[in-house]
């Protein structure tokens, strides 16, 4: 004889300010690291020559810091815009009895 299988109930999405935060927060977190990944690229990619320029500055690590901050912080910020974008989208889709 098998046992029972136990059903779970499925548990309705969190709405409030602390599921939105923390949706913001992944959003922000993945612009980040994708801010990053451009980054590091640009500065290997040899045509664009970003490495040969940051190490001719007169304070290359303070010039790589700020190229670095640069574009974590861009894609960073357009990633969490997008977020809210598509929180409120979904979150009106919901309200108005849509899939």
């Not at 309705?12 to 939105?20: H, R």
């Not at 992944?26 to 990944?37: E, K, N, P, Y």
């Not at 940051?54 to 910020?77: E, N, R, Y």
């Amino acid at each position: 004889m098998k046992a029972p299988i136990a059903m779970r109930r499925k548990k309705p999405p969190q709405s409030g300010p602390s599921s939105l935060a923390l949706e913001l927060a992944s959003h922000a977190a993945m612009g980040v690291a994708l801010g990053l990944g451009f980054c590091f690229a640009l500065v290997l990619i040899e045509p664009a020559s970003v490495a040969a320029l940051i190490s001719h500055a007169d304070q290359p690590k303070a010039t790589a810091i700020m190229l670095l901050s640069f574009f974590a912080l861009l894609f960073g910020v357009g990633a969490t815009m997008t977020g809210i974008i598509f929180t409120t989208m979904d979150s009106a889709d919901h309200s108005d009895g849509g899939h």
